[in-house]
């Protein structure tokens, strides 16, 4: 006698008739495509990769993985670093064919399909010169920045990409399908401005855009054994500077991009990553001072498209790097803090391993503390540990650089860090992030997603 035994994906290929996206499952040709996020360090099997490609997809996927009592994680970009877009044994919710974008330029919104990516916003923006403040990252899947809070380049001049969230649709885990603004549904708006996926799918955004078309944009690079220098300059430059001025703060290793000069490539940098948005002539006259700072190596601010700006990086960080990841948000940098930055900026591990500091001041500090989940609205920077390499013997070296060197610099922080930056690293690390947030988004928890279906995530369990 033989028994037979059902898979998630023949079970679903069975039960979802109406299913108008694509089901993948490990027996499919697609399917290590399919499974892949873009961190390499994370190798995980689900049973079934469900492409939705409407918002019934989402909630026939949602029920199958509750009947079937199967983990359920939810996917956009991919770029979570602690690879929450993805499960073993489980459901993979892959929001990619959403990928519709339509721009009113009267209004300057833009609605955007949960499964798209900023670079595809950006380039529909840019037509009608408006941008929507997002990462630094083009191949960034919408969903996961935006729900996280969303820091980048326009942060200072307008606020994270949660501040110029103006409305969404989401599919929450019963299966009912709602929309959420200042006018519907507010809890669940001000549950997703910064609480991650812990409250449903969101199948479409709508942002306020902004008039950013060509931004001063580029480097300015110090030799590394100039970082404190640069350090105490910078942390007072940047709170100062006009909120047209943006810089992230980073340790780096010049990578060998045709747009950096030969002779830079492969020296350990001190570095600020400019984006202005004001004129040439206002942004040389904001910058002076900080080529008056030590002896820069490279000062290379110039006209650039912002979409050019936003997909700089990609390359550098492409899809299967080994990644580690370890954060904090910090209110002030002492001597002391940038003593152990020096340090460790000296010993970087490898190429693509690095320190960024992003500033979360200027209009990221006009919302208030508990207007958003975003609770560090007192916060200056939120700083990022990256280690990362392409090759997967180096794995534990980035990780053990990355952990070392948060260790040393974490007593000097606010407490709490970017939840977009974080790993898994517990409940302890959630509810530290949140802060006096944290009671109000379980209690929204208890309220759209009772049964936890939306776990796998830096997750707010439900009040009881």
């Given amino acids: ?23 993948i499952g490990p027996e499919d040709a697609g399917y290590e495509k399919a499974r892949a996020v873009h961190n390499g360090m994370i190798d995980r099997h689900p049973a079934l990769v469900a492409r939705c490609a409407s918002a019934g997809d989402v909630a026939a996927t949602i029920a199958f993985a509750l009947q079937h009592d199967l983990p359920l994680a939810v996917r956009g970009g991919g770029h979570n670093g602690g690879g929450f877009g993805t499960c073993g044994g489980g459901v993979v919710l892959d929001l990619s064919p959403l990928g519709s974008i339509e721009v009113d330029t009267d209004a300057h919104t833009v609605k955007v399909g949960g499964g798209c990516t900023w670079g595809q916003v950006d380039a ?3 037509q009608h010169g408006l941008a929507v403040p997002s990462g630094v990252i083009s191949s960034t899947g919408v969903g996961g920045l935006t729900l996280g809070g969303g820091l980048g380049h326009l942060s200072r001049r307008y606020g994270l990409t949660i501040d110029n969230l103006i409305g969404a649709d989401l599919v929450l885990a019963d299966g009912s399908q709602v929309s959420a603004s200042p006018d519907e549904n507010q809890e669940l708006f001000w549950a997703i401005r910064g609480g991650g996926g812990n409250f449903g799918v969101v199948t479409q955004f709508r942002f306020r855009a902004h008039p950013v078309s060509t931004v001063i944009a580029g480097p300015t690079f110090w030799p590394v054994e100039q970082t404190p220098d640069v350090m105490r300059f910078y942390r007072e430059f940047i709170l100062a500077a006009p909120r047209e001025v943006n810089g992230f703060f980073a340790l780096m290793t010049v990578p060998p991009a045709d747009f950096l000069p030969p002779e830079l490539h492969m020296k350990k940098v001190a570095a600020v990553m400019w984006c202005c948005t004001g004129s040439e002539e206002d942004t040389a006259k904001a910058l002076a001072p900080v080529q008056e700072v030590g002896t820069p190596l490279l000062h290379a601010p110039g006209p650039m498209p912002f979409p050019a700006l936003q997909s700089l990086f990609d390359p550098i960080y492409a899809p299967g790097l080994q990644c580690y990841w370890r954060a904090d948000f910090v209110r002030e940098l002492p001597d002391e803090a ?8 000296e010993e970087l591990p490898t190429m693509h391993s690095t320190m960024h500091m992003y500033p979360i001041d200027g209009a990221v500090h006009d919302v208030g503390p508990t207007d958003t989940p975003f609770a560090y609205r007192d916060a200056n920077w939120a700083e990022v540990i990256f280690g990362v390499d392409p090759e997967p013997a180096n794995a534990g070296l980035v990780r053990d650089w990355a952990v070392d060197y948060w260790d040393a610099s974490h007593p000097h922080s606010a407490g709490g860090a970017y939840v977009n930056f974080m790993m898994e690293e517990g409940q302890d690390r959630v509810r530290a992030t949140y802060r006096h947030n944290y009671e109000r988004l379980a209690a929204a928890k208890a309220m759209y997603d009772p049964g936890n279906v939306f776990r796998i995530n830096q997750n707010i369990e439900p009040a009881r």
């Fill in 338 to 345: 940038i003593d152990v930055h020096a340090r460790f900026g």
């Fill in 1 to 23: 006698m033989s028994t037979t035994t059902t898979t998630p994906i023949s079970a679903a290929r069975s039960e979802l008739a109406g299913f108008a996206g694509e089901l």
């Fill in 124 to 126: 529909a923006t840019h």
